[in-house]
């Protein structure tokens, strides 16, 4: 069974920095790019960032690039997002998701994980 | 970046009546276009992807249709768990983008 589970959200100044990793199981990890998706309290879906199956392409939206990093340990089946100079409309829950397409990012989202929260807030 | 319009925001309808939801791209997309159902508290589902294909274990009443940039998503007859919020995803082009969703609501 294909499963995703999140952790390191929490409540953080604006400013501040946070690291999210999202632990994957039920499936070859890196025979798959993964996404991280947001969702402010009672608003829609918001893609963050994805990473190939590799590790080696990366994409941001812009509302966080430069400021967030994704990366992949494909060793420990493990995915993170380093979150630098956080800001209040960053608050959100954070989904890790599987990549439908094999290494490629560009794709759709067939499981997620069920969310952590970050809150940003001084 | 690519823009995904759904309508109608709001859809109230009664346990066996036919939803029809909508999503329309900016600019064509051809079929890369998926749907997903989320319920409150829970992380979104995909339901079809490439506008037409069901993803697994996915009941047959419900249907995806469209290409370019006109997309629907048909339910056929509503059952008691289908009442949530359902959102479009294009993978076109970066960024991906979602719709704002359209909530079906039990009238």
């Known amino acids: 069974e294909v499963q995703m589970l999140e952790s390191g959200g929490g409540l953080v100044q604006p400013g501040g920095s946070l690291r999210l990793s999202c632990g994957a199981s039920?499936?070859?990890?890196?025979?798959?790019?993964m996404s991280w998706v947001r969702q402010a309290p009672g608003k829609g879906l918001e893609w963050v960032s994805s990473i190939s199956g590799s590790g080696g392409s990366t994409y941001y939206a812009d509302s966080v690039k430069g400021r967030f990093t994704i990366s992949r340990d494909n060793s420990k089946n493990t995915l993170h997002l380093q979150m630098n100079s956080l800001r209040a409309e960053d608050t959100a829950a954070y989904y890790c998701?599987?990549?439908?397409?094999?290494?490629?990012?560009?794709?759709?989202?067939?499981?997620w994980g069920q969310g952590t929260l970050v809150s940003v807030s001084s | 970046e690519i823009v995904l319009t759904q309508s109608p925001a709001t859809l109230s309808l009664s346990p066996g009546e036919r939803a029809t939801l909508s999503c329309r791209a900016s600019q064509s997309i051809s079929i890369f276009l998926a749907w997903y159902q989320q319920k409150p508290g829970q992380a979104p589902r995909l339901l079809i992807y490439?506008?037409?294909t069901r993803a697994t274990g996915i009941p047959a009443r419900f249907s995806g249709s469209g290409s370019g940039t006109d997309f629907t998503l048909t339910i056929s007859s509503l059952e008691s768990e289908d009442f949530a919020v359902y959102y479009c995803q294009q993978r076109s082009d970066w960024p991906l983008t979602f719709g704002g969703g359209t909530k079906v609501e039990i009238k």
């Open positions: 490439d506008a037409s």
């Open positions: 039920g499936f070859t990890f890196g025979s798959h790019a």
């Open positions: 998701a599987r990549c439908e397409r094999g290494n490629t990012a560009l794709a759709h989202l067939g499981y």
